[in-house]
């Protein structure tokens, strides 16, 4: 039975310890030196980053997220264990786990450290397709004569390199396509390594729950339970009419995946379709005030990351809830892409300004959509706007001076309040 040491990468004949450095973090799979489609994914990455650069915080709960009224971006190990979940309202996580400590999100640190794994990741393979910064599939087919060595090898050194230079663990699922390797990554986490084979894949299926597939939420899993689906051996019972009659086009994909059957490419060229950000007040506000300094944050952060990108975007989004939960969205198409703050600002400003409703909001967003290169972005210029020119080049001359002497060396007014 092949098998691999993850820690000193030794190939074994068998397990289920290291002869060479006696780790009894060995992998073994009769198919593990003939996979190549492979998911990895950061474990608790947010929080791992914050008690890597903060020693004080090893051993302690820690959370990620907004104040009381936000919701967790993410949590440590320590913290699931109390039951604290991604999403989950803050309030909620805090009893759950009172003794956390809740950390404001650094996405700056965050971004770092991702294009730092993306490097390593690079190095491996060409075909690299990123689900968001702490996760990604690869595949690492035809790889073995370049590295001289499989893809199970490769991918151990991976998340040992991530140990060794960044600090962080990951975890790895190994398989024959896209939708049972992201499984497989979840399956033994955190610092897991799991192999699902192609010969065992529909005999591993058929007791596990359908929520294993990748966009099956809370709605989705109601109407599969109403149809007497709970397991994938459940969906075994259903021919491929009946599932397409009962759901759609999903009745067809669940068809398939219960068979293990994903034919997708892991695509390097993935379009970002969108960029957005949003926060959640500690208290509701109708302060025109406040209000517009967030839009302005908002929008200099979305023109941030997709200047970072070389992207623009001829649709601006405007989000707003009320204190009920009740969403407003707006739209404004832009009559040429744009990267730059001002033009996002001003848009989402009108926006709001025609909405009508004073408030108070709980949540403000902005975002930018539709997005496409930026070679033909914010070229011309507006008769009705005389003045929209010399602020696109005060905010280029602004940019080059943050990139110089950082992001807080020049501030606009507005982004004080």
């Known amino acids: 039975m092949p098998a691999l040491c993850r820690d000193c990468l030794t190939i074994l004949p068998d397990g289920p310890r290291c002869p060479a450095c006696r780790s009894p973090r060995v992998t073994t799979h009769p198919e593990l030196f003939s996979l190549s489609i492979a998911h990895m994914d950061c474990d608790a990455f947010y929080a791992s980053v914050e008690k890597r650069d903060n020693p004080a915080l090893e051993g302690k709960p820690v959370i990620i997220g907004g104040g009381r009224r936000g919701v967790v971006s993410t949590a440590c190990y320590i913290a699931r264990i109390k039951g604290v979940r991604s999403a989950m309202p803050m309030f909620q996580a805090l009893k759950l786990c009172p003794e956390a400590i809740v950390v404001r999100p650094r996405m700056e640190a965050y971004v770092e450290v991702s294009r730092a794994i993306r490097a390593m990741m690079d190095e491996l393979t060409p075909v690299v397709e990123p689900l968001s910064l702490d996760e990604a599939f690869m595949d690492l087919s035809g790889t073995e004569r370049m590295h001289g060595a499989p893809p199970?090898?490769?991918?151990?050194?991976?998340?040992?390199?991530?140990k060794d230079e960044l600090g962080l663990t990951g975890s790895i699922g190994l398989s024959h396509n896209k939708f049972l390797a992201k499984v497989a990554s979840d399956l033994d986490?955190?610092?897991g390594f799991s192999v699902i084979g192609a010969a065992e894949t529909v005999e591993f299926l058929r007791p596990r729950p359908v929520r294993l597939i990748w966009?099956?939420?809370?709605?989705?899993?109601k109407s599969l339970e109403a149809a007497g689906i709970r397991t994938f051996n459940?969906?075994?019972?259903?021919?491929?009419?009946?599932?397409?009659?009962?759901f759609g086009g999903m009745g067809d994909r669940?068809?398939?995946?219960a068979r293990g059957e994903d034919h997708r490419r892991v695509s390097a060229?993935?379009?970002v379709k969108g960029i957005s950000n949003e926060t959640t007040f500690h208290k509701d506000t109708a302060d025109p005030e406040i209000l517009d300094g967030h839009i302005w944050r908002l929008a200099e952060k979305v023109a941030d990351r997709a200047k970072a990108k070389d992207h623009a975007g001829h649709v601006v989004t405007l989000k707003l809830k009320r204190s009920n939960h009740a969403s407003l969205t707006r739209r404004q198409s832009l009559r040429q892409p744009t990267q730059l703050a001002d033009t996002i600002y001003r848009t989402a400003r009108a926006l709001f300004d025609q909405l009508g409703d004073p408030g108070p909001y709980r949540l403000?967003?902005?975002?930018?959509?539709?997005?496409?290169t930026a070679a033909n972005a914010d070229r011309e210029g507006d008769l009705l706007d005389p003045g929209a020119v010399r602020r696109a080049s005060a905010e280029r001359a602004a940019d080059a001076i943050r990139a110089r002497w950082g992001k807080d060396a020049i501030l606009k007014g507005r982004a004080l309040r």
């Not at 966009?215 to 899993?221: S, W």
């Not at 967003?365 to 496409?372: D, K, M, Q, T």
């Open 152 to 162: 199970a090898v490769m991918l151990a050194r991976l998340v040992r390199r991530m």
């Open 189 to 191: 986490k955190p610092r």
């Open 215 to 221: 966009g099956i939420g809370p709605a989705a899993q």
């Open 234 to 246: 459940d969906l075994h019972r259903w021919d491929r009419d009946a599932l397409h009659e009962r």
């Open 254 to 257: 669940l068809w398939h995946l």
């Open 269 to 271: 060229n993935t379009p």
């Open 364 to 372: 403000l967003g902005v975002g930018l959509s539709h997005l496409e």
